[in-house]
């Protein structure tokens, strides 16, 4: 996150997000996600140079087809899901965990359960 580079260069936030726009334009670095939730990672041409192709699938995460066919599973095997859990399989901060559970709500994958905050969990939906 652009806050934690911020903190590592010493720097105020601006200057590290516009450094790491230079490192993007370089093709040294790529950003995915938007706005605070936005996060960099090495270029896969980057881990090309340094000769390991496989750390960059593993540090890019996952896509989003991989994130909903993951939380499915975890339904299935487990009954419900949380957002903090969705996050941790997933490799996602807590607003995009729950973005993508609210978008499998929205397919009728998903059902939301309780109310607000920590006591909301998901479970299998109808589809």
């Known amino acids: 996150m652009t806050d934690e580079a911020a903190r590592m260069i010493q720097k105020p936030e601006a200057d590290a997000r516009g450094a790491l726009n230079h490192l993007v334009e370089a093709g040294f670095v790529e950003a995915q996600g938007e706005g605070r939730g936005r996060a960099w990672h090495l270029s896969a041409a980057t881990y090309r140079r340094i000769g390991d192709k496989a750390a960059y699938v593993r ?11 993951m939380v499915l599973q975890y339904v299935e095997k487990y009954g419900r899901i949380t957002r903090r859990e969705a996050a941790g399989l997933c490799r996602l901060t807590g607003p995009q965990a729950y973005r993508l559970l609210d978008r499998l709500a929205g397919q009728g994958r998903l ?5 607000r905050g920590r006591g909301v969990s998901y479970r299998k939906g109808r589809k």
């Open 59 to 69: 540090q890019r995460g996952f896509e989003p087809l991989q994130q909903e066919q």
């Open 111 to 115: 059902m939301r359960e309780g109310g």
